[in-house]
């Protein structure tokens, strides 16, 4: 089992910055995949960034440019510098980790964030 943590969300003015973190627990060295999804009111869960089993990053077009992600491989945190952000950031953003053992995929209960004027 895996257990993730979210946290750095909140409400932020528009082109402002936020860095959202998910600290994963439990058997963190089984993580082969792990990434960020948002859901944003009425719309359904999209990518937003990730680390794919091969090491690759992957962003989605949205956030090409003005988010980063990273993590330290020390305990397999993970995290996600998000810069110049837009009202249609506004969403929560929820950290996921997949394990190599049987390929489960768990997911933390998410960080809410908020872009307004």
């Known amino acids: 089992q895996i257990q993730l943590t979210e946290s750095g969300g909140g409400l932020v003015h528009p082109g402002g910055s936020l860095r959202l973190s998910c600290v994963p627990s439990?058997?963190?060295?089984?993580?082969?995949?792990q990434g960020w999804y948002r859901q944003a009111p009425g719309l359904e869960r999209e990518l937003v960034a990730e680390f794919t089993r091969g090491n690759k990053i992957n962003y989605a077009s949205s956030a090409k440019g003005r988010f980063t992600i990273s993590r330290d491989n020390s305990n397999n945190a993970l995290y996600l510098q998000m810069n110049s952000l837009r009202l249609e950031d506004t969403a929560v953003y929820s950290c996921?980790?997949?394990?190599?053992?049987?390929?489960?995929?768990?997911w933390g209960e998410g960080t809410r964030v908020t872009v307004a004027s």
């Open positions: 439990g058997k963190i060295f089984d993580i082969v995949a």
């Open positions: 996921y980790a997949q394990s190599w053992e049987n390929g489960m995929i768990f």
